[in-house]
C-alpha cells in the first residue's frame, strides 16, 4: 500500500532561515507527487506538483526516486510562508485515491 | 470560475442527531472526494465518486457515514447518530477526470458534536 510520511508536525525557523519540509513516500512505481498548503483561514490549495519542476514563492521539491523522497525547500524563509503544508501521492494507475501525509506546521518567526 | 463549495461553513450538533454535509463542485469536475481533517491526522480520505460510477466507500468510518452524489455534481454527506469523535473538519474536492491532477479543494464544514 501506498505511504506518505512527513517526520515533523512542527517546524521552527525564523525569517531569513533556509527550510525544509520533509516527505518520504512508499510506492513501486511512479506516483504523481504535489505539495499543498493551507494558509490560516484559508482553503487547501495546490502549491506545486513534481512534473511541472517550477518554483512557486520561492519553494522547490526535487523528486528522488533513489531515496523515494519529495522534499520541499526554500532558501529563505518568510513570515508568510507560515502554514500548514501536506504532501500528497496520486497512484498512476488503477486506485484514483490519493495518499496524503500527516502535514508539517511550519512557523516562521520575525 | 467559482471553486468547490461547501455548506454549511460551521455546524454544531448534539450527540446523537443526524447531519448534512453539502458540497458543490467546480463545473464539469467529474471525480469528487470527500476528507476529514483532524489535528494531527491530516487528511483521511472517506469516498471517491467518479462521474456516474459506483462510488469508492473504502474510507468510510463507519456504517453512521454514508454519502451520495446526484446528477454527478452535487453530493451530501450524512452522517447518523453522530458521536464526540466524528468533530473534525470535513473536506470536499474535486478533480477534472478520474482523480488525476490537482485537487481543488472546498473551504470545509466544522463540525462540533457536543
Known amino acids: 500500500a501506498q505511504r506518505v510520511t512527513q517526520p515533523e508536525k512542527l517546524l521552527s525557523v525564523f525569517k531569513g532561515a533556509p527550510v525544509e519540509l520533509k516527505c518520504n513516500y512508499s510506492?513501486?512505481?511512479?506516483?504523481?507527487l504535489f505539495w499543498y498548503v493551507q494558509y490560516s483561514r484559508q482553503r487547501l490549495q495546490l502549491l506545486l506538483r513534481?512534473?511541472s519542476r517550477e518554483s512557486i514563492k520561492g519553494f522547490t521539491a526535487d523528486l528522488n526516486k533513489g531515496e523515494t523522497s519529495f522534499h520541499l525547500k526554500k532558501p529563505f524563509a518568510q513570515e508568510e510562508d507560515s502554514a500548514m503544508y501536506y504532501c500528497a501521492l496520486n497512484p498512476p494507475g488503477g486506485s484514483y485515491i490519493p495518499t496524503f501525509g500527516r502535514g508539517t506546521s511550519l512557523i516562521v518567526h520575525p | 470560475g467559482a471553486g468547490v463549495s461547501q455548506s454549511p461553513s460551521n455546524k454544531v450538533t448534539e450527540k446523537g442527531k443526524d447531519v448534512e454535509l453539502r458540497c458543490d463542485p467546480i463545473s464539469g469536475h467529474t471525480a469528487l472526494y470527500w476528507y476529514r481533517q483532524s489535528l494531527g491526522q491530516g487528511l483521511e480520505f472517506l469516498i471517491y465518486?467518479?462521474?456516474?460510477?459506483?462510488?469508492?466507500k473504502s474510507g468510510l468510518p463507519s456504517d453512521r457515514f454514508s454519502a451520495e452524489r446526484t446528477g454527478g455534481s452535487v453530493s451530501t454527506l450524512t452522517i447518523q447518530r453522530t458521536q464526540q469523535e466524528d468533530s473534525a473538519v470535513y473536506l470536499c474536492a474535486s478533480t477534472r477526470d478520474r482523480g488525476r491532477g490537482e485537487q481543488y479543494f472546498g473551504p470545509g464544514t466544522r463540525l462540533t458534536v457536543t
Open positions: 513534481h512534473i
Open positions: 465518486f467518479q462521474g456516474n460510477s459506483a462510488p469508492d
Open positions: 510506492y513501486s512505481g511512479s506516483p504523481e
